[in-house]
């Protein structure tokens, strides 16, 4: 029965090992002059292969001779799910196109160039690239519209927007802090490798250990006591570096920040079945928690937020990802502390459960630091 018990959890937790990879994103920059329109789109080439199919040979890598001869079909894929209008549609189309290396693998570069009727006024945008494919694909847009700058992440919910030239109003601003709010929501749920880390925490919160042994915390307030050091010792730290990467302050490699954040998950598992940090988890928080901030502020720095705008939009992300976080802390807190005198809960999954966390965060330590792809994403 324990090993049937077991096998469930594994099912269910190795799929995670395929999600943790970064979220799909493209990289959308225009520039609108009056009349004159360009910009640069960065897709992904895992993408553009998912929906077209530029992979011949099957060997899992996309080549300049595979890619080349596709230019004019990827560049007529890409323009039927983007349209701008000012004073009516905007032409838009594909003046070069390149091979650039983002840090998630190689993106197909298209250089855009335009018109629109009208030389001032608002301009509308609808983004619809993967969505009908893959309902988590974002397009992260930087739009300098007559010289002033605006972002906004584009989602199924928010592919259609309106820009307004001049000043950027009051509402618009807290139209993006609303949008960078969910954006940060959205990525800590999407991000099983933050959320595994914290959970190999939290999971022991419910009990105390002595002499070896596990035994129930009496109270609820004991269990909520630990999670409250380990949560907040994790929004410190993460909260911390997520800002000083976003401003450019502090850069680091992003296979060496993916690769700790593997080895974090790894040892807060294994601290579950020998523990190091048994009443100071929230030491473990902290300390990784700084470098877990680090792959928090990947899809900001990618994004380039311009300063007018920085703080507002990395104030939302930030508060998102504290909610959602809290979100995860609320629904498993009553769960495990309602399951901590069952033999299946300190064995199944205090005991199983680690062991299938660290066997799934030494898969990504491999694939990271050797740049390998052991799972299909």
Not at 53 to 71: A, M, V
Not at 252 to 269: D, F, G, H, T
Not at 349 to 362: E, F, T, Y
Request: glycine share 8%.
């Amino acid at each position: 029965m324990m090993l049937r018990r077991c096998l469930l959890i594994l099912l269910l937790l190795c799929p995670l090992a395929v999600l943790a990879h970064k979220a799909s994103d493209s990289y959308l920059v225009l520039d609108i002059k009056g009349r004159e329109l360009s910009g640069q789109w960065d897709i992904a080439l895992r993408d553009i292969d998912f929906a077209l199919g530029l992979d011949n040979d099957g060997n899992g890598e996309i080549t300049w001779g595979e890619l080349r001869p596709r230019h004019a079909d990827i560049a007529a894929w890409a323009l039927s799910r983007l349209s701008l209008q000012r004073g009516g549609a905007c032409t838009l189309q594909v003046a070069h196109h390149q091979v650039d290396d983002h840090t998630d693998g190689g993106y197909a570069v298209l250089r855009l160039a335009g018109a629109c009727p009208a030389a001032s006024g608002d301009v509308a945008l609808n983004y619809r690239l993967l969505f009908e494919l893959d309902a988590l694909h974002r397009g992260l847009l930087r739009l300098s519209l007559d010289g002033v700058a605006q972002t906004a992440v584009l989602s199924p919910d928010s592919g259609a927007q309106r820009f307004t030239s001049g000043t950027v109003s009051f509402a618009s601003r807290l139209a993006q802090f609303r949008q960078y709010l969910v954006e940060g929501i959205w990525h800590i749920w999407i991000g099983f490798d933050h959320i595994l880390f914290l959970l190999s925490l939290l999971l022991p919160a419910v009990l105390l250990r002595e002499a070896g042994h596990w035994r129930s915390a009496a109270r609820f307030g004991d269990a909520l006591r630990e999670v409250v050091w380990v949560v907040t010792a994790f929004t410190a730290a993460h909260s911390i570096t997520l800002t000083l990467a976003a401003l450019g302050l502090i850069s680091l490699p992003s296979r060496l920040v993916e690769s700790v954040i593997a080895v974090s998950v790894v040892l807060a598992a294994a601290n579950n079945l020998k523990p190091l940090f048994d009443r100071r988890r929230w030491m473990m928080a902290f300390g990784f928690g700084l470098i877990h901030g680090f792959g928090f502020a990947s899809v900001l720095a990618e994004l380039g937020l311009p300063k007018e705008t920085l703080v507002l939009s990395l104030l939302g992300f930030n508060l998102g990802v504290e909610i959602g976080q809290l979100a995860i802390v609320a629904v498993c807190l009553p769960l495990t502390y309602a399951l901590r005198n069952s033999v299946f809960y300190r064995r199944g999954v205090i005991g199983g459960g680690s062991l299938i966390i660290i066997a799934i965060a030494l898969v990504w330590l491999i694939e990271r630091a050797f740049d390998l792809k052991l799972m299909s994403a």
